[in-house]
């Protein structure tokens, strides 16, 4: 049980266009999800966290109308990077929460732009 | 304020044992997570604990103590594939997880 997954596991894109990355779990209902950022050699970013049917509550320094999160239902959150630059190449995991703690991880999204 | 702290790179061979320390500080405290990353993939739990002790499972263990802001991974019998990074973690009081900056463990033959 407490699968997630992430779609699309890779993508390249070109400078200048936008980019929707897909969580969901799969066997449970993920009230809360969360959105990491990973550069090279890097500890993991949180960039946002998502509660289903609010507002998502981004971190310091993340700008909110570049990284649109949508937490449409208890079981799905999209990423969508807006005009993406080749600075905003990295590895986007997504977390869910079932409960106060646990986080389940996705594979992760890695995302190169050109 | 917040703050993880762990070493950020270690060597071990293969068989032997190795411990990796994290300290933390980290206000209304709710445990602390172990988790590995291999390179290029994203991380996979390994242990949660807010008890002090020890929690031994398989080969690894995590150790607590909150009164030090003080825990361990303990690998054992290490294996070409443990190399990865372990990231430890704590929980604060809204439950959400302060990442540390990860240790590179490179197991050598």
């Known amino acids: 049980g407490a699968v997630v997954s992430q779609h699309p596991s890779w993508v390249i894109c070109k400078s200048g266009t936008s980019v929707k990355i897909e969580c969901r779990s799969l066997d449970f209902q993920a009230t809360t999800m969360f959105w990491y950022r990973q550069f090279p050699k890097q500890s993991l970013m949180l960039m946002a966290t998502s509660n289903e049917g609010s507002k998502a509550t981004y971190e310091q320094g993340v700008e909110k109308d570049k990284f649109l999160i949508n937490h449409a239902s208890l079981t799905l959150s999209t990423l969508t990077v807006t005009s993406a630059h080749p600075e905003d190449s990295s590895f986007y995991i997504c977390s869910a929460r079932q409960r106060d703690y646990e986080q389940y991880f996705g594979p992760g999204t890695r995302l190169t732009v050109t | 304020g917040q703050n993880i702290d762990q070493p950020t790179e270690m060597t071990a061979t293969e068989g032997a044992i190795v411990q990796i320390n994290c300290t933390y500080q980290t206000s209304g405290f709710n445990g602390l997570f172990w988790y590995q990353q291999h390179a290029g993939e994203a991380p996979t739990f390994l242990s949660y604990n807010v008890l002090d002790g020890l929690e031994e499972k398989g080969r690894f263990s995590s150790f607590l103590s909150r009164s030090k802001g003080y825990s361990y991974l303990l690998l054992k019998e290490l294996q070409m594939k443990d190399s990865a990074s372990y990231l430890c973690?704590?929980?604060?009081?809204?439950?959400?997880?302060?990442w540390g900056a990860g240790t590179k463990l490179i197991i050598k033959p």
């Open positions: 973690a704590s929980v604060d009081s809204n439950y959400q997880l302060i």
